[in-house]
C-alpha cells in the first residue's frame, strides 16, 4: 500500500480568502481545519532549538481529560536534550515528514515517515533532525496510570509501512485498523491506531462510548457525524471527541480516507470526579 501523510506547513491563508471554515468548538467535540494550522497559532516549548508547534488537543475542564496533542516541526540540526518535564507523561511519537533520531534509554532509533514511537513514562529520551529538511511529527502525551501487578510497558519503535492492517469483521475490508500495540496488552493504558476506509466504507452506526478521540486526517476525505451534525473532513484536519460523542463515518472517495486516532482504554473510570496524578 502507497502510505502517504499529511503535514501541515504554516504560512497564513491570503487576505482575499473568505472568513467562513469549518472550525467548529461545541460541548461534544471540536474540528480544527486544516486552513488553522497558520503561522500566528504555533506554539514554542523550553528546551527544544529550532522548533515550534501546533497544539492541538490539551485537558480541559468539562471536556476531554486525558491527553494532549502537538503537531511538532523541527527544523534541521533542532530538537532537545530535555523534551518531557513530567515524569509520569507517556509519549507516541508518529512522523508525518521527513526524520528524527530518537534515543530512548541509550538505544539510537532512526524515524522516517510512517515511523510510530511509544515512549514510556519516565524513560530517558531525546530527539534531534539530523536530516537535511523539516520533520514533522505528531507527540500525544498522557499521564500513565499503572496498576498493581502489572508491569510497565517497554519502548516501541515501528513504521506504518511494515505492519498490515487488521479488517474489521464483516466489513469486506472496507474497514480497517493498524494496531501498533496488542488490544490484549493491559499493560497499556493508551492506543494510537491508524483507521483506514476504502471508498464506501462506514462506520455503520453511532458509535457512543466513554474513551476520547483525537483525529488527525492523514489522507483522504469523508463526511464524519459528529454528535448530531455531519461534517465534512479531509486531510490535515483535526476532530477532538469527549466521551459518549456519538460518531460514524461514510468515506465517499474517491480515494482511501486515513486517521491516526487516539483513544484511551483498559483502565477503571475514577470515581469522585477527575484528578490528575
Sequence with gaps: MNR???APKG????QTD???????FTQAYAVIPRREFSDIVVSYLPHWDLTRLWVIARPLSGFAETFSQYVMEVQPG???????PDPLAQGVLFVVDGEITVVCDGAK?????????????GSAWTLTNAGKRTARFH???????????????????L???DIEPVAMPDTDGRWATTRFVDPADLRHD???????????GVIPFPETHVMEHGLYVLEGKAVYRLNQDWVEVEAGDFMWLRAFCPQACYAGGPGRFRYLLYKDVNRHAQLGGFQRA
Design 4 to 6: 502517504s501523510y499529511y
Design 11 to 14: 504560512g497564513l491563508p491570503p
Design 18 to 24: 473568505l472568513i467562513t471554515d469549518r472550525a467548529v
Design 78 to 84: 533542532g530538537g532537545s536534550s530535555r523534551p518531557e
Design 109 to 121: 532509533h532512526r524515524m522516517t515517515s510512517g515511523g510510530y514511537a511509544y515512549l514510556p513514562a
Design 139 to 157: 507527540w500525544i502525551r498522557k499521564r500513565y496510570e499503572p496498576v498493581d501487578g502489572l508491569d510497565r510497558p517497554q519502548p516501541l519503535f
Design 159 to 161: 513504521n506504518d509501512n
Design 190 to 200: 493508551m492506543h494510537v491506531t491508524i483507521v483506514t476506509f476504502k471508498p464506501g
